[in-house]
């Protein structure tokens, strides 16, 4: 069947992961995610479940009870907020300033929905203006959906002011806060967003391959009041809550990526042993040095500083250089991972992560030098 | 927002695991787990990514290109089966023979298909005359679906008998074979089967979180020809082709869970060096230990022996037992995790595993001497 006969235990080189996530995974994750496996109803994992639970309320800024990390990738998370909040023939409005907001489009399609489209040129935020004549256009509109931190663009869009928009207009809040979580401010009960969904391998540095979510009363309440099943039977919060739900009593949903757990619990303790203002001021900070050594460097970023991720750096690839030639050389002399452009930026931009552990002095020094090495 | 304010890290017990799965993860797997995170887009990555596909198509006995692990756990694996293969308005005959034929026709239901439900008793096995009774009476059903290696009660199913039937009157045939793959014969090419999923805490004895499918040429065709978009984002095969699919060019579609993969390759390494047959052997082997020993405890198995699976046994519970307590003290003195009976089986029926890692002499002794110690 095979065309290779032998197969040896995979060893990964040792890289510096700056791109748009993967960040790089501090030992003490990795450690914790290789540790003995147990059940997913043993009453030790049921105890982590307990705290993963509370410190992601702590790293969302949230009392939603139905905060939980769900079993897949953030498109997963994504797909989740969507299917359990939208029913065949409700409308909702999407911001799109990247290739986030247009898979969230993608989503409310396939949910058998209207996607109202609220476009703002990539690179920009989206512009509150816009979001509030498309909801007063749309006064039936049940979902209001955008992208915190674009991952494909590096900008922050004003999350408070389109969510308390939202809000205004009695729409249920969908936010993106996959690139945004541990990042920079993000306050869920406070700001009024009804559902978010985030992911482990960006400012969480953790592995990927799980997706964070919490979903506010009112959000809950109208997954209650659905008149159809939700379409994936995986990602139903009906469902789902049985198992992640409070009380001593698990009923088996699906099986839990345990080991993955241990690891997001340990991302998420490290985070609340930093504390998020310190964490936010770190990625601020290792940001601001490594604009110092891109703008000697003469590499321009492509989003306005009002409005730039510190996290996540898109910067336009300097005139008569090879965008795939330059990664990979940065890859195979430096073992340093930058992100390539996505969509329309493919081939024009650079994406530079400082993300988690990613944000440290070392690493933006590598960067820099490492550039430097390359196109200097 | 937490209730709790100080967080540790988490050490888990040292369990030995026969229940259901997560079965025991051998110490390679974990050590492959724990490696330094690359991208998913690195060139090693993928490199990998085309062994772990070989190595998958050994384990299914099948040359679909369109073999891959899914980012997420069976059930996700399932769906996957389901919503690509079914659009709404399609019929498919589903053999129910416990709590996962049931969620099968969960899944066709949430397509927007018809589910014809063949019926058979929990503990036995699909009946073929009843598949092919309900094949003559709905010549335009599209999909026959049914369970291998049923989880829930142990039981085999005839799949080659089953899976040719539907052949035969033009079905596209799904398989669960998450109990299956690794631990007992299953031949997706030679039998017909077009679309199977599989866990990976099963018999691989890697890590849960992921769930290895396999399409063929005729499932991928039908799939092209869909008329509706597959109303799962994360889980549409045209879309996860561009990443999975072959050649040099990866387009990114989700983000892989980099460390899963590591560890899902180890497993798949050590069940190649082991080869297929003698992993047969080896669960059924310790299944034949295993019945010595619950014998002359005076315990019954469910199932009648000639579609027993040697991988997963389920027992009566000895009357005047209780279910709880018992399987509580095997946990607390002896670190051992043996299953519950699930659906109609909860409370009268244990399930334990010998899957993989965990099918080995010391872990049937410790359960035997475990039981005598706790009931006897």
Redo the contacts between chains.
Sequence with gaps: ????TE?????????T?M?P??S??SP?V???????????L????IR?MD?TK??L??AF???NPLTMPI??????G??ACFVNLLEPGDTAIVCVNGVFGT?MI??V???GANAIRVDDEWGKPVDPQKVEDALKANPTAKVLAFVHAETSTGVRSDAEAIAKLGKAHNCLVIADTVTALGGIELKIDEWGIDAAYS?T?KCLSC????SPVTFSQEAVESIHARKT??????LDKNLVMGYWGGGAKRA?????????M??L??S??ML??EGLENAFARHQSMHNQLKLGLEELGIQFVVEESYRLPQLNSVWIPEGLDDATIRKQL?EDFNL?IGAG?GNFAGKVWRIGLMGYSAKPENVEKCISALKAVIG
Tied chains: 1, 2.
């Excluded at 069947?1 to 290779?4: G, I, K, N």
């Excluded at 197969?7 to 890289?15: G, L, M």
């Excluded at 099943?229 to 995986?234: E, G, I, P």
């Excluded at 088996?252 to 993955?260: C, I, L, Q, S």
């Design positions: 069947m095979s065309t290779q197969f040896t235990s995979f060893i990964p080189p040792q890289r992961l791109g996530g993967p790089d995974v003490r990795l450690e914790a995610l290789g540790r003995p496996t147990i059940g997913h043993d009453p030790e994992f982590l705290e509370q410190l309320q702590y800024q949230t009392q079993s897949a990738p953030g498109s997963a994504m797909e898979r993608e989503n399609e396939r949910c992911g391998q592995v990927p391959g799980i099943k939700v379409q994936s039977w995986f088996y949903h699906h099986t839990a990526p345990v080991n993955a241990y690891a619990h340990e998420l303790v609340k042993q890859l991972e996505l």
